[in-house]
């Protein structure tokens, strides 16, 4: 079992920065792929950015490339998502998920674990 504990989110002026942090529980951390979803209101959940096991391999939407960037620290049981030049579009809910999968998956499905989720808001 693992919990996750969102952090780091809130309101910010399109253009801005902001950093969500992840904690989680447990030994067993740096056995799963994290990744980082977000849930806009009547919108589905959709995939932001993920890391594997040991931090080498990234994988990010596209509506996001070049903006966020994910990151762990196995050590101390987080992930992180360093979120810049921020719009008005970037405006959800955003959920840290683990899951045991070998690979990066872009699907909620292949996660087994989620936070609550933090809001960040943009403004124009």
């Known amino acids: 079992q693992v919990q996750l504990v969102e952090s780091g989110g809130g309101l910010v002026q399109a253009g801005g920065s902001l950093r969500l942090s992840c904690a989680a529980s447990g030994r067993t951390f740096s056995n799963h792929v994290m990744g980082w979803f977000r849930q806009a209101p009547g919108k589905e959940r959709e995939f932001v950015a993920g890391?594997?096991?040991?931090?080498?391999?990234?994988r990010y939407a596209d509506s996001v490339k070049g903006r966020f960037t994910i990151s762990r620290d196995n050590a101390a049981n987080t992930v992180y998502l360093q979120m810049n030049i921020l719009k008005p579009e970037d405006t959800a809910v955003y959920l840290c998920?683990?899951?045991?999968?070998?690979?990066?998956?872009?699907?909620?499905?292949?996660?087994?674990?989620w936070g609550q989720g933090t809001q960040v808001t943009v403004s124009s």
């Open positions: 998920a683990a899951g045991f999968a070998l690979w990066i998956s872009t699907f909620p499905k292949d996660y087994n674990f």
């Open positions: 890391i594997s096991r040991n931090g080498g391999t990234t």
